[in-house]
């Protein structure tokens, strides 16, 4: 990391550096990601050092060791962290990612689910101090998504956020039935990384249908009077792919080929899973119909992810954001069951 800081640092000393902002923006954010990440491990060596030193002192005075078992608990915590952070083993996993949440059939009741995960999505997303760019929207007619777009940019956004893949069910009372019935609704979660340069696909423009009309997300002056929003169909694939989220059209266009990009990787990836699964056993993907969580609100409180076993009763803790607990059982278990390999 030392190495590659050095050589970002020289590109970024280049008296033309910044004649290409976007390219220098990258840099000088990847430069100061890496910093970050030194400062951890230098800090983690100087803490080592200094228990060493109050193990020594403990045992040259006879103390009880008290200020001994405090700097170890700190060190504990700060190992577990680098722990956590070794289980990003995966190609993309120090990616961004791009995240899109669809609401299932129910109406108003399956769109409200929707925006309940986007809202613990984005509030996971602050607690690891991520920013989030919304890409696009589709709100339902009472309350809550049809189906959003955001992208969640960060150093391991992708290896965060991947556990979330999946369909997600909900049971509880509905607030907009006045029955006060228990229902049962399911949204479905699609994570991407955002993958800045895909030369192996290869696009031909035959192949894409683009549509472009009137934002009608936040934009500032120019929502609803120009035609900046855009809308991309991949002929052979069906695959669509919108954004809306900027005031220029050519830069909603350009979002939106990256998304594109990446969810025909994820396709390719996806079909050479499916060629090999007879070599690595059966492996059930998270298509929509197979839960991969499920949150109860009533009769009782529980949220269980189905592919880990692991559970807790505080649901409403789960749906503030806190996943950490969910994202390391499952990064663990594709380390348990040999999906990637386990690092010494």
Known sequence: MKVEVQSLESQM????????????????????????????????????RE???YVALAESEG?????VVEKLAELTKTLDDLEFRKLFAEEHDVSNAIVAIHAGSGGTEANDWAEM????????????????????????????????????????????????????????????DAEKMRHTTFALIEVLPELEDLKEIEIDPKDLRID?????????????????????????????????NERSQLQNKETAMKV????LHQL?????????????????????????????????????????????????????????EFVEAYLRSRIGDGRIEKRD
């Open 260 to 263: 594109l990009k990446s969810k």
């Open 63 to 67: 103390s009880d060791g008290k200020e």
């Open 117 to 176: 995960l986007t809202r613990m999505v984005f509030r996971y997303a602050e607690r690891k101090r991520f920013t989030v760019d919304v890409l696009s929207e589709s709100r339902g007619e009472v309350t809550g998504f049809k189906s959003i777009m955001f992208r969640v940019v960060g150093r391991f956004a992708f290896g965060s956020l991947k556990s979330e893949a999946g369909v997600h069910r909900l049971v509880r009372i509905s607030p907009f």
């Open 13 to 48: 000393a280049a008296p033309d550096f910044w004649s290409h902002r976007e390219e220098a923006v990258k840099v000088s954010q990847r430069s100061a990601e890496l910093q970050k990440e030194i400062e951890t491990f230098e800090g983690m060596k100087k803490e080592l």
């Open 268 to 324: 390719a990836v996806t079909a050479r899973g499916k060629e090999n699964q007879d070599l690595r056993g059966e492996f059930t993907s998270p298509e929509w119909g197979n839960q991969i969580r499920s949150y109860v609100l009533h009769p009782y409180k529980l949220v269980k992810d189905h592919r880990t076993d692991h559970e807790t009763a505080d649901a409403e803790d789960v749906l503030n954001g806190h996943l950490d």
């Open 51 to 53: 228990l060493e030193e």
């Open 212 to 244: 472009t009309y009137l934002s009608s997300g936040h934009g500032g002056q120019s929502v609803q009077t120009t035609y900046s929003a855009v809308r991309i169909v991949h002929l052979p694939t069906g695959i669509t792919v919108a954004c809306q």
